[in-house]
């Protein structure tokens, strides 16, 4: 149970808050770094690049990786599509269903987004220190594959 005098203290501490404040200061260096570039994304795009894997996905696929609904990857997919960085072909296996494939000068652009995270990543780790990055990633990733094993 949290006291009076405990309230602000977890206010401002809980994970919730911590997660959130983090994922926004890291959105706004990708920005940020985003504006040295030809073409600016948006973080959906490099959302979707990233959900990729390099690998073909159906939009639904893509739609669930992400956790965003079908019509916001659907948006998503054709400004990268008119920008030359994905395809739309027809599936194979089912003639209704398009599969989405990134283009080499999408993967080109993927990597230096990656390149920007790994930056990104690398100022956290001048406050907190390498190994505590590590760990923090390692907990957050056992955390989520437990999620994961819940959900399947």
Do not use: C, P
Request: aromatic residues 6%; positive net charge.
């Amino acid at each position: 149970m949290i006291d009076n005098n405990s309230d602000e203290n977890f206010l401002e501490s809980n994970l919730l808050r911590l997660l959130t404040k983090t994922s926004q200061w890291m959105e706004s260096e990708i920005h940020k770094l985003n504006k040295t570039y030809k073409h600016e994304f948006s973080i959906a795009e490099i959302k979707v690049l990233d959900g990729l894997k390099g690998k073909q996905k159906s939009i639904a696929e893509l739609a669930r990786v992400l956790q965003i609904s079908r019509q916001a990857v659907h948006k998503t997919i054709h400004k990268l599509k008119d920008k030359g960085y994905l395809e739309l072909v027809i599936d194979k296996n089912n003639k209704k269903d398009r599969k989405v494939i990134i283009t080499q000068n999408g993967k080109n652009e993927r990597n230096k987004r990656l390149e920007d995270i790994v930056e990104i990543e690398q100022k956290i780790s001048w406050v907190i220190g390498e190994r505590n990055l590590d760990y923090v990633k390692e907990i957050l990733l056992e955390h989520i594959r437990y999620i994961k094993s819940q959900n399947s």
